[in-house]
Nanobody, 124 residues
Framework: QVRLVESGGGLVQAGGSLRLSCAAS????????MGWFRQAPGKELEFVAVISRNADIKYYPDSVKGRFTISRDNAKSTVYLQMDSLKPEDTAVYSC?????????????????WGQGTQVTVSS
């Protein structure tokens, strides 16, 4: 069965950086648009970043634009999220997701597979 496994979360001070990874298995990785979402305590799941199948298109919401960078390595079936200049409000569980589509997607319902998530905590 398809598996998406995130890693790289942890505790970091405000202004610091973390790099999240999401390794996919049992998936034709290069055929999927990949996205990152996050959920803070008491809040809804929020779109963070998306990358097209061949990495030529990337999109971010204003809340993370200029601080977060999504990338992918299709040979390794892995998508990354580089997070710089972290803020306490970035604290959340971060999950990757895969969408069987040809266009980038920012809505939850577009994604077919989800990882379990990794905790990111930013202290002030």
């Amino acid at each position: 069965q398809v598996r998406l496994v995130e890693s790289g979360g942890g505790l970091v001070q405000a202004g610091g950086s973390l790099r999240l990874s999401c390794a996919a298995s049992k998936l034709t990785f290069s055929s999927y648009v990949m996205g990152w979402f996050r959920q803070a305590p008491g809040k809804e799941l929020e779109f963070v970043a998306v990358i097209s199948r061949n990495a030529d298109i990337k999109y971010y919401p204003d809340s993370v634009k200029g601080r977060f960078t999504i990338s992918r390595d299709n040979a390794k079936s892995t998508v990354y999220l580089q997070m710089d200049s972290l803020k306490p409000e970035d604290t959340a569980v971060y999950s990757c997701a895969a969408a069987w589509t040809t266009t980038i997607q920012t809505t939850l319902r577009a994604y077919n597979y989800w990882g379990q998530g990794t905790q990111v905590t930013v202290s002030s």
